[in-house]
């Protein structure tokens, strides 16, 4: 039996360069200290991390000979919300909802309720399947979690 590649270092995008293989994961499964993959040539992996991370779309993780395998966003449901940003960004981040923010649209993970009060606050929401890339944490890392009030 062959053992599996290890990947225990990671190299954030823009910090790496070279060919690599790829994994392509949904915002979830991109939170991780220790996992199996697989990626899109097939190669069986073990992510062996210090600590748990966020892998953000772009970052390599180096297996222990070297090989780089590149991170993905994957595709994922999505609502697409158009209309006062400011205004919806506000209230999304007020319950502590990632969001991804673009010039003319704000991105956040399908939510039936978060869909109902952005729809009385007079947004357009549309449903959507893209990659979900939100905004770090406000100190530059980290990802937002729901705290109990």
């Known amino acids: 039996m062959t053992e599996l590649p290890i990947a225990q270092?990671?190299?954030?995008?823009?910090?790496?360069?070279?060919?690599?293989?790829?994994v392509r994961l949904d915002y979830e499964?991109?939170?991780?200290?220790?996992?199996r993959l697989e990626t899109g040539g097939?190669?069986?992996?073990?992510?062996?991390?210090?600590?748990?991370?966020?892998?953000?779309?772009?970052d390599a993780l180096e297996l222990?000979?070297?090989?780089?395998v590149e991170v993905i966003a994957a595709p994922e449901p999505l609502l697409?919300?158009?209309?006062?940003l400011p205004?919806?960004?506000?209230?999304?981040?007020?319950r502590h909802t990632p969001c991804q923010i673009e010039a003319d649209r704000l991105l956040i993970q399908a939510d039936h309720v978060l869909r109902?009060?952005?729809?009385r606050l007079g947004a357009e929401i549309a449903a959507v399947e893209a990659p979900f890339t939100p905004?770090?944490?406000?100190?530059?890392?980290?990802?937002t979690h729901a705290h109990a009030h």
């Open 42 to 58: 097939g190669m069986p992996l073990l992510v062996d991390l210090a600590q748990t991370v966020s892998l953000d779309h772009g």
């Open 80 to 84: 697409e919300v158009r209309g006062d």
């Open 9 to 22: 270092t990671l190299h954030r995008k823009g910090h790496w360069q070279g060919p690599a293989d790829w």
């Open 64 to 68: 222990s000979d070297g090989r780089l």
């Open 29 to 35: 499964a991109r939170f991780l200290r220790r996992k």
């Open 135 to 143: 905004e770090r944490g406000a100190y530059g890392h980290g990802r």
């Open 116 to 119: 109902e009060m952005l729809e």
């Open 87 to 94: 205004r919806l960004a506000w209230h999304i981040g007020n």
